[in-house]
Protein backbone atom coordinates (compact mmCIF):
# COMPACT_ATOMS: atom_id res chain seq x y z
CA UNK A 1 0.00 0.00 0.00
CA UNK A 2 2.66 2.63 0.79
CA UNK A 3 4.25 1.76 -2.67
CA UNK A 4 1.62 2.20 -3.96
CA UNK A 5 0.34 5.48 -2.38
CA UNK A 6 3.90 6.51 -3.61
CA UNK A 7 3.20 5.68 -7.29
CA UNK A 8 0.06 7.98 -7.48
CA UNK A 9 2.24 10.82 -5.26
CA UNK A 10 4.56 10.66 -7.66
CA UNK A 11 5.22 14.18 -9.72
CA UNK A 12 3.96 14.38 -13.46
CA UNK A 13 7.16 15.11 -15.81
CA UNK A 14 6.83 18.86 -17.73
CA UNK A 15 7.41 19.01 -20.81
CA UNK A 16 9.38 22.39 -22.66
CA UNK A 17 7.74 23.73 -26.10
CA UNK A 18 9.55 27.01 -27.56
CA UNK A 19 8.54 27.75 -30.70
CA UNK A 20 10.56 29.72 -33.20
CA UNK A 21 8.43 33.17 -35.17
CA UNK A 22 9.97 35.14 -37.43
CA UNK A 23 9.38 37.96 -35.04
CA UNK A 24 8.91 36.15 -31.44
CA UNK A 25 10.29 33.25 -29.18
CA UNK A 26 6.86 31.51 -27.69
CA UNK A 27 6.99 29.60 -24.86
CA UNK A 28 5.30 26.89 -22.55
CA UNK A 29 5.43 24.53 -19.64
CA UNK A 30 2.76 21.89 -19.77
CA UNK A 31 2.04 18.32 -18.96
CA UNK A 32 0.78 15.29 -20.45
CA UNK A 33 -2.47 13.78 -18.38
CA UNK A 34 -4.35 10.96 -19.54
CA UNK A 35 -7.29 13.00 -21.84
CA UNK A 36 -5.83 16.22 -21.74
CA UNK A 37 -2.97 18.35 -21.18
CA UNK A 38 -2.11 20.60 -18.40
CA UNK A 39 -1.16 23.78 -19.71
CA UNK A 40 0.74 25.47 -16.31
CA UNK A 41 2.81 28.41 -17.82
CA UNK A 42 3.09 30.86 -21.11
CA UNK A 43 5.79 33.06 -21.98
CA UNK A 44 6.37 35.66 -25.48
CA UNK A 45 9.26 37.60 -25.80
CA UNK A 46 9.62 39.76 -29.27
CA UNK A 47 12.97 38.66 -31.41
CA UNK A 48 13.94 42.44 -30.90
CA UNK A 49 14.80 42.58 -35.60
CA UNK A 50 12.53 41.97 -38.51
CA UNK A 51 12.70 39.43 -40.45
CA UNK A 52 15.84 37.94 -38.17
CA UNK A 53 15.14 34.50 -38.88
CA UNK A 54 17.97 32.82 -40.23
CA UNK A 55 21.24 30.63 -39.60
CA UNK A 56 23.86 33.74 -39.18
CA UNK A 57 26.00 34.20 -36.25
CA UNK A 58 24.28 37.75 -35.47
CA UNK A 59 20.98 36.60 -35.76
CA UNK A 60 21.67 33.63 -33.73
CA UNK A 61 22.70 35.92 -30.70
CA UNK A 62 19.24 37.73 -31.02
CA UNK A 63 17.36 34.85 -31.03
CA UNK A 64 19.00 33.54 -28.00
CA UNK A 65 18.87 36.46 -26.02
CA UNK A 66 14.52 36.43 -27.07
CA UNK A 67 14.75 32.69 -25.66
CA UNK A 68 16.68 33.25 -22.58
CA UNK A 69 14.22 35.93 -21.69
CA UNK A 70 11.40 32.90 -22.28
CA UNK A 71 12.76 30.72 -20.03
CA UNK A 72 13.72 33.11 -17.07
CA UNK A 73 10.27 34.22 -17.68
CA UNK A 74 8.80 30.43 -17.49
CA UNK A 75 11.70 30.16 -14.33
CA UNK A 76 12.96 26.70 -15.62
CA UNK A 77 16.43 27.95 -16.11
CA UNK A 78 17.91 25.38 -13.22
CA UNK A 79 16.03 22.71 -14.98
CA UNK A 80 16.33 23.08 -18.36
CA UNK A 81 18.60 20.87 -19.58
CA UNK A 82 17.08 17.98 -18.06
CA UNK A 83 13.50 18.43 -19.57
CA UNK A 84 12.10 17.07 -22.85
CA UNK A 85 11.78 19.86 -25.20
CA UNK A 86 9.62 20.17 -27.90
CA UNK A 87 10.82 22.70 -30.89
CA UNK A 88 8.80 24.34 -33.77
CA UNK A 89 9.48 26.94 -36.54
CA UNK A 90 8.09 28.89 -38.57
CA UNK A 91 7.55 28.00 -42.39
CA UNK A 92 10.47 30.12 -43.35
CA UNK A 93 12.39 27.08 -41.74
CA UNK A 94 10.11 24.04 -41.27
CA UNK A 95 7.43 22.42 -43.79
CA UNK A 96 4.88 19.88 -43.99
CA UNK A 97 2.78 18.19 -47.17
CA UNK A 98 0.68 15.26 -46.68
CA UNK A 99 0.63 12.80 -49.71
CA UNK A 100 -1.67 10.28 -50.90
CA UNK A 101 0.52 7.20 -52.48
CA UNK A 102 -1.75 4.56 -54.36
CA UNK A 103 0.17 0.72 -54.13
CA UNK A 104 -1.09 -2.50 -56.15
CA UNK A 105 -0.27 -5.55 -54.82
CA UNK A 106 0.13 -8.73 -57.11
CA UNK A 107 -0.74 -11.10 -54.61
CA UNK A 108 -4.15 -10.22 -53.75
CA UNK A 109 -5.46 -13.11 -52.83
CA UNK A 110 -3.23 -13.58 -49.97
CA UNK A 111 -3.09 -12.23 -46.27
CA UNK A 112 -0.79 -9.58 -45.59
CA UNK A 113 2.01 -11.05 -43.49
CA UNK A 114 4.30 -8.80 -40.91
CA UNK A 115 6.89 -8.89 -43.64
CA UNK A 116 5.10 -7.96 -46.32
CA UNK A 117 3.86 -5.09 -44.55
CA UNK A 118 6.88 -3.98 -43.48
CA UNK A 119 7.84 -4.01 -47.33
CA UNK A 120 4.51 -2.62 -48.01
CA UNK A 121 5.08 0.53 -45.65
CA UNK A 122 8.39 1.27 -46.76
CA UNK A 123 7.81 1.52 -50.45
CA UNK A 124 4.75 4.20 -49.88
CA UNK A 125 6.94 6.15 -47.46
CA UNK A 126 9.83 5.97 -50.06
CA UNK A 127 7.40 7.17 -52.86
CA UNK A 128 5.62 9.71 -50.77
CA UNK A 129 9.16 11.35 -49.95
CA UNK A 130 9.76 10.92 -53.74
CA UNK A 131 6.44 13.03 -54.41
CA UNK A 132 7.31 15.65 -51.99
CA UNK A 133 11.10 16.40 -53.62
CA UNK A 134 9.61 16.81 -56.79
CA UNK A 135 6.35 18.96 -55.72
CA UNK A 136 9.34 21.61 -54.10
CA UNK A 137 11.31 21.37 -57.18
CA UNK A 138 8.45 22.51 -59.30
CA UNK A 139 6.83 25.02 -56.89
CA UNK A 140 10.31 26.47 -55.49
CA UNK A 141 13.01 25.05 -57.41
CA UNK A 142 14.35 23.52 -54.77
CA UNK A 143 16.75 20.45 -55.54
CA UNK A 144 16.39 17.38 -53.59
CA UNK A 145 20.06 17.36 -51.94
CA UNK A 146 18.94 21.01 -50.23
CA UNK A 147 15.92 19.39 -48.62
CA UNK A 148 15.89 17.49 -44.94
CA UNK A 149 13.52 14.64 -44.82
CA UNK A 150 12.70 14.75 -41.16
CA UNK A 151 9.77 12.43 -40.68
CA UNK A 152 7.30 10.31 -42.54
CA UNK A 153 3.81 8.92 -41.25
CA UNK A 154 1.56 6.79 -42.16
CA UNK A 155 -1.85 8.74 -41.40
CA UNK A 156 -4.25 6.24 -43.44
CA UNK A 157 -4.54 3.09 -45.07
CA UNK A 158 -7.70 2.39 -47.21
CA UNK A 159 -8.16 -1.27 -48.70
CA UNK A 160 -10.32 -1.14 -52.06
CA UNK A 161 -11.26 1.87 -50.56
CA UNK A 162 -12.20 0.62 -47.02
CA UNK A 163 -10.45 2.29 -44.40
CA UNK A 164 -7.77 -0.41 -41.87
CA UNK A 165 -6.51 -0.12 -39.14
CA UNK A 166 -3.63 -2.60 -40.00
CA UNK A 167 -2.66 -4.17 -43.08
CA UNK A 168 -2.01 -7.26 -41.01
CA UNK A 169 -4.23 -10.20 -42.41
CA UNK A 170 -5.89 -8.17 -44.61
CA UNK A 171 -6.34 -9.12 -48.85
CA UNK A 172 -6.49 -6.82 -51.56
CA UNK A 173 -5.30 -5.42 -54.72
CA UNK A 174 -5.67 -1.55 -54.53
CA UNK A 175 -4.23 -0.10 -51.25
CA UNK A 176 -4.31 3.95 -50.90
CA UNK A 177 -2.34 5.82 -48.30
CA UNK A 178 -1.84 8.93 -46.58
CA UNK A 179 1.44 10.40 -46.02
CA UNK A 180 2.39 13.34 -43.50
CA UNK A 181 6.19 14.50 -44.57
CA UNK A 182 8.14 17.08 -41.74
CA UNK A 183 10.78 18.41 -44.02
CA UNK A 184 13.21 21.63 -44.26
CA UNK A 185 16.16 23.11 -45.99
CA UNK A 186 18.98 21.21 -45.03
CA UNK A 187 20.56 24.69 -44.65
CA UNK A 188 18.29 26.85 -42.98
CA UNK A 189 18.01 23.32 -40.17
CA UNK A 190 21.37 24.19 -38.84
CA UNK A 191 19.56 27.28 -36.43
CA UNK A 192 18.34 23.88 -34.64
CA UNK A 193 21.73 22.48 -34.30
CA UNK A 194 23.20 25.37 -32.72
CA UNK A 195 20.01 26.10 -30.61
CA UNK A 196 20.67 22.62 -28.87
CA UNK A 197 23.66 23.60 -28.01
CA UNK A 198 22.78 26.81 -26.62
CA UNK A 199 20.00 24.69 -24.50
CA UNK A 200 22.55 21.93 -23.73
CA UNK A 201 19.20 19.58 -23.33
CA UNK A 202 19.13 16.04 -23.43
CA UNK A 203 16.22 15.60 -24.88
CA UNK A 204 15.18 17.79 -27.62
CA UNK A 205 12.54 17.53 -30.63
CA UNK A 206 11.31 19.32 -34.07
CA UNK A 207 7.57 19.25 -34.39
CA UNK A 208 5.35 20.89 -36.75
CA UNK A 209 2.24 21.84 -35.56
CA UNK A 210 0.31 19.61 -37.90
CA UNK A 211 1.44 16.42 -35.83
CA UNK A 212 -0.50 17.93 -33.10
CA UNK A 213 -3.65 18.86 -35.30
CA UNK A 214 -3.26 15.08 -36.51
CA UNK A 215 -3.56 14.05 -33.32
CA UNK A 216 -6.42 16.26 -31.93
CA UNK A 217 -8.51 15.25 -34.94
CA UNK A 218 -7.84 11.33 -34.34
CA UNK A 219 -9.11 11.81 -31.33
CA UNK A 220 -12.00 14.03 -32.08
CA UNK A 221 -13.60 12.50 -35.20
CA UNK A 222 -16.24 15.32 -35.05
CA UNK A 223 -13.67 18.18 -35.49
CA UNK A 224 -14.08 19.88 -38.25
CA UNK A 225 -12.97 22.98 -40.61
CA UNK A 226 -9.79 24.91 -42.28
CA UNK A 227 -7.84 26.16 -39.62
CA UNK A 228 -5.59 29.29 -40.67
CA UNK A 229 -2.44 29.94 -38.56
CA UNK A 230 -1.46 33.74 -39.52
CA UNK A 231 1.65 34.44 -38.51
CA UNK A 232 4.38 37.44 -39.26
CA UNK A 233 5.70 36.01 -42.33
CA UNK A 234 3.36 33.18 -43.69
CA UNK A 235 -0.07 31.57 -43.66
CA UNK A 236 -0.72 27.96 -43.17
CA UNK A 237 -3.87 26.38 -43.81
CA UNK A 238 -4.91 22.90 -42.55
CA UNK A 239 -7.96 21.17 -43.90
CA UNK A 240 -9.91 19.12 -41.39
CA UNK A 241 -12.26 16.57 -42.66
CA UNK A 242 -12.58 13.15 -40.65
CA UNK A 243 -8.75 13.69 -39.83
CA UNK A 244 -6.69 16.04 -41.32
CA UNK A 245 -6.98 15.73 -44.92
CA UNK A 246 -4.15 18.53 -46.51
CA UNK A 247 -2.06 21.56 -45.49
CA UNK A 248 -0.40 24.78 -47.51
CA UNK A 249 1.00 27.62 -46.88
CA UNK A 250 1.49 30.75 -48.74
CA UNK A 251 4.52 33.81 -47.68
CA UNK A 252 1.64 36.70 -46.85
CA UNK A 253 0.88 37.43 -43.14
CA UNK A 254 0.60 39.97 -40.77
CA UNK A 255 3.79 41.95 -41.57
CA UNK A 256 1.71 43.22 -44.82
CA UNK A 257 -0.27 45.08 -42.61
CA UNK A 258 2.68 46.44 -40.83
CA UNK A 259 4.41 47.38 -44.07
CA UNK A 260 1.22 49.09 -44.85
CA UNK A 261 0.88 51.28 -41.90
CA UNK A 262 4.17 52.23 -41.76
CA UNK A 263 4.52 52.94 -45.69
CA UNK A 264 1.42 55.26 -45.21
CA UNK A 265 2.11 56.93 -41.77
CA UNK A 266 5.89 57.40 -42.00
CA UNK A 267 6.63 55.12 -39.31
CA UNK A 268 9.64 53.07 -38.14
CA UNK A 269 8.71 49.25 -38.32
CA UNK A 270 8.71 49.35 -34.22
CA UNK A 271 6.39 52.18 -34.12
CA UNK A 272 3.91 50.33 -36.31
CA UNK A 273 4.39 47.38 -34.31
CA UNK A 274 2.99 49.19 -31.60
CA UNK A 275 0.63 51.03 -33.19
CA UNK A 276 -1.07 47.75 -34.85
CA UNK A 277 -1.04 46.62 -31.27
CA UNK A 278 -3.19 48.97 -29.86
CA UNK A 279 -5.16 48.78 -32.67
CA UNK A 280 -6.07 44.96 -31.48
CA UNK A 281 -6.56 46.13 -28.30
CA UNK A 282 -9.60 48.75 -29.40
CA UNK A 283 -6.76 51.52 -27.38
CA UNK A 284 -7.12 53.94 -30.47
CA UNK A 285 -9.72 56.92 -31.31
CA UNK A 286 -12.18 56.68 -33.61
CA UNK A 287 -10.42 58.93 -36.34
CA UNK A 288 -7.20 57.16 -36.08
CA UNK A 289 -9.33 53.67 -35.96
CA UNK A 290 -11.28 54.21 -38.90
CA UNK A 291 -7.33 55.30 -40.84
CA UNK A 292 -6.05 52.14 -40.23
CA UNK A 293 -9.16 50.31 -41.29
CA UNK A 294 -9.52 52.21 -44.77
CA UNK A 295 -5.45 51.49 -45.15
CA UNK A 296 -5.39 48.01 -44.48
CA UNK A 297 -8.84 47.01 -45.91
CA UNK A 298 -6.94 46.57 -49.58
CA UNK A 299 -4.12 44.74 -48.12
CA UNK A 300 -6.61 42.28 -46.45
CA UNK A 301 -7.62 41.55 -49.91
CA UNK A 302 -4.36 41.00 -51.23
CA UNK A 303 -3.97 38.25 -48.33
CA UNK A 304 -7.48 36.89 -48.95
CA UNK A 305 -6.77 36.64 -52.85
CA UNK A 306 -3.61 34.02 -52.56
CA UNK A 307 -5.93 32.23 -50.08
CA UNK A 308 -8.55 31.75 -52.43
CA UNK A 309 -5.86 30.65 -54.88
CA UNK A 310 -4.43 27.29 -52.24
CA UNK A 311 -8.25 26.77 -51.74
CA UNK A 312 -8.68 26.76 -55.70
CA UNK A 313 -6.42 24.71 -56.55
CA UNK A 314 -7.42 21.92 -53.54
CA UNK A 315 -11.11 21.89 -55.04
CA UNK A 316 -10.97 19.06 -57.34
CA UNK A 317 -9.64 16.69 -55.14
CA UNK A 318 -11.20 18.00 -51.66
CA UNK A 319 -14.54 19.38 -52.46
CA UNK A 320 -16.88 20.03 -50.20
CA UNK A 321 -15.07 21.89 -48.08
CA UNK A 322 -15.95 22.31 -44.15
CA UNK A 323 -17.93 25.19 -43.59
CA UNK A 324 -16.04 26.70 -40.93
CA UNK A 325 -13.24 28.78 -40.81
CA UNK A 326 -10.79 28.88 -37.36
CA UNK A 327 -7.97 31.69 -37.03
CA UNK A 328 -5.41 31.40 -34.84
CA UNK A 329 -1.88 33.48 -34.45
CA UNK A 330 -1.43 36.69 -34.54
CA UNK A 331 -1.62 38.38 -37.69
CA UNK A 332 -5.25 36.77 -37.56
CA UNK A 333 -6.60 39.76 -34.27
CA UNK A 334 -6.81 41.88 -37.71
CA UNK A 335 -10.47 42.26 -37.45
CA UNK A 336 -10.95 43.15 -41.25
CA UNK A 337 -9.53 39.78 -42.13
CA UNK A 338 -12.98 38.17 -40.55
CA UNK A 339 -14.93 40.39 -42.83
CA UNK A 340 -13.46 39.55 -45.82
CA UNK A 341 -13.90 35.51 -44.91
CA UNK A 342 -17.65 36.17 -45.56
CA UNK A 343 -19.69 33.78 -47.71
CA UNK A 344 -20.09 36.57 -50.60
CA UNK A 345 -16.54 36.02 -51.02
CA UNK A 346 -16.80 32.24 -51.53
CA UNK A 347 -19.30 31.79 -54.44
CA UNK A 348 -16.67 30.19 -56.88
CA UNK A 349 -15.66 27.58 -54.16
CA UNK A 350 -16.95 24.26 -52.80
CA UNK A 351 -17.84 25.83 -49.59
CA UNK A 352 -21.59 25.30 -48.18
CA UNK A 353 -23.75 28.71 -48.28
CA UNK A 354 -23.27 29.47 -44.90
CA UNK A 355 -19.35 30.10 -43.88
CA UNK A 356 -18.96 30.52 -40.04
CA UNK A 357 -15.19 32.42 -39.18
CA UNK A 358 -14.14 31.55 -35.44
CA UNK A 359 -10.89 32.20 -33.69
CA UNK A 360 -9.77 29.06 -32.59
CA UNK A 361 -10.09 28.52 -28.25
CA UNK A 362 -8.44 27.16 -25.21
CA UNK A 363 -11.86 25.65 -24.80
CA UNK A 364 -12.24 23.81 -28.71
CA UNK A 365 -8.97 21.46 -27.01
CA UNK A 366 -8.50 18.95 -24.57
CA UNK A 367 -6.70 21.47 -22.35
CA UNK A 368 -6.69 22.22 -18.74
CA UNK A 369 -5.26 26.04 -17.91
CA UNK A 370 -3.20 26.59 -14.59
CA UNK A 371 -1.71 29.81 -16.64
CA UNK A 372 -2.72 32.78 -15.06
CA UNK A 373 -2.07 34.80 -18.46
CA UNK A 374 -4.79 34.89 -21.41
CA UNK A 375 -4.02 32.16 -23.93
CA UNK A 376 -4.94 34.01 -26.81
CA UNK A 377 -4.81 33.49 -30.45
CA UNK A 378 -0.63 33.86 -30.47
CA UNK A 379 -0.65 31.08 -28.03
CA UNK A 380 -2.35 28.78 -30.03
CA UNK A 381 -0.32 27.58 -32.69
CA UNK A 382 2.62 26.41 -29.28
CA UNK A 383 -0.06 25.14 -27.97
CA UNK A 384 -1.03 22.73 -30.83
CA UNK A 385 2.62 21.41 -30.52
CA UNK A 386 1.76 19.86 -26.90
CA UNK A 387 -0.34 17.47 -28.94
CA UNK A 388 2.34 16.10 -31.00
CA UNK A 389 3.65 12.43 -30.92
CA UNK A 390 6.60 12.39 -28.65
CA UNK A 391 7.95 9.14 -30.04
CA UNK A 392 6.96 8.05 -33.86
CA UNK A 393 6.42 4.73 -35.29
CA UNK A 394 9.80 4.12 -37.68
CA UNK A 395 8.74 1.71 -40.28
Known amino acids: MKFLRFFRQRKQKDFLVLDFGTSSVKGLIFEKRAKVNLIKKFSIKEIEKFGVLSAADFDL ?4 KATQKVINELEVQERVWEMPILVGFSPKILKARIIKVPFRRKNKGQKITREEEQRIYRSVLKKAEKQVADQFQKEFGIIPQDLEILKKEVLENKISGYDVRSLLGQ ?33 INLFHE ?3 LVSVAATNKKLAGIFLDIGKEFTQIFSVKKGVEWLEEFPTGG ?38 ENLVSE ?18 LYSPFPNTFYLMGGGSLFPDLKKV ?8 LPLPQVVKVNFLRVEDLPLEVQSSG ?22
Open 374 to 395: SLGAQALPSILLTFSKYAKKDY
Open 341 to 348: LGEENFRD
Open 299 to 316: TSKIWFSQLKEKLRKKAK
Open 255 to 292: AIFTREICQNLGLTEKEGEDLKRRFFKNQLSGGVRQRI
Open 210 to 212: IEG
Open 61 to 64: AIIK
Open 171 to 203: TGENLDFKVLVVLGLRDKLKIFQQLKSFLGAKD
